[in-house]
């Protein structure tokens, strides 16, 4: 059980273009926002607008793609942006209904350009990555992007106010030149224009997962070789968590003891 089970979730509905063989995702992401600004408030991270803005995208898009894909997949994408130059993490996780995103502004590789890296796994299945090169600082063109080389296929996104975004993704045999055409005001009229079937209601919240037993089990293998070197003299070792950012306090003494259990644990 999570221990965000009484945190409010986000619903997101999905819906099917008669007509057209397009799929329809819409949510009003203010209760993700919040949750992630409390986040970084909680962690002691201070964020810059802008790159905030970064992370907001990344959250409504990833939410969007989460809720139009099969009940049992997960997907984790990593943005390089060089200009400006960060990196973006999102992630969606469909079974535990769960998402989360984190903007990384230090320590960014430079590169002649811009790389999205998807990861998707769906069930118990092997991970497969796809890697995509893109041009600019918008992170929905990104992933429209994404969906043009990697899915083949045409997406895209769209504000429909405050926090509101809806995605509009082509299904076999969709009327490309209609979704091609689509602006913001088309979208505002969809469902006066269109016959839109309801597919689904989903909830999503966000949420890494992140604790302190799985950071002692990331860090276990080095303190397994060489605990000198991971501790460096000291009792307490920080690390931040690669997906969401916050901070973990690791002692020494619980690392061993969470060794010893683990070793119990398998034999």
Known sequence: MSENDDQQTTEVRTYFVRGRNALVARADFSQIYVDYYLHLADCGMAVEPEVAEFAKAALAAVTLHAASRPRNERVAWTVNFQQPLLNVFAAGDNPAGAVVANVFTENVRESAQNFFYADTIR?????????????GSDFFAAVERYYAHSEQRLARFFHYGDDDYVLVSAQPDCDLDWLAGLDAEAIR???QTETLALLEQR???FECGCNQSRMMRAVLPTFRHNPE????GEEVIRISCPRCGARHVITRESLEAFE???AGTAS
Do not use: I, T
């Open 123 to 135: 069930g118990d299945a092997q991970p497969r990555r796809s890697v995509v090169d893109f041009e």
């Open 260 to 262: 010893k259990s683990e």
């Open 229 to 232: 070197a991971l501790f460096e």
């Open 203 to 205: 909830e999503f919240r």
């Open 189 to 191: 009229k969809l469902d």
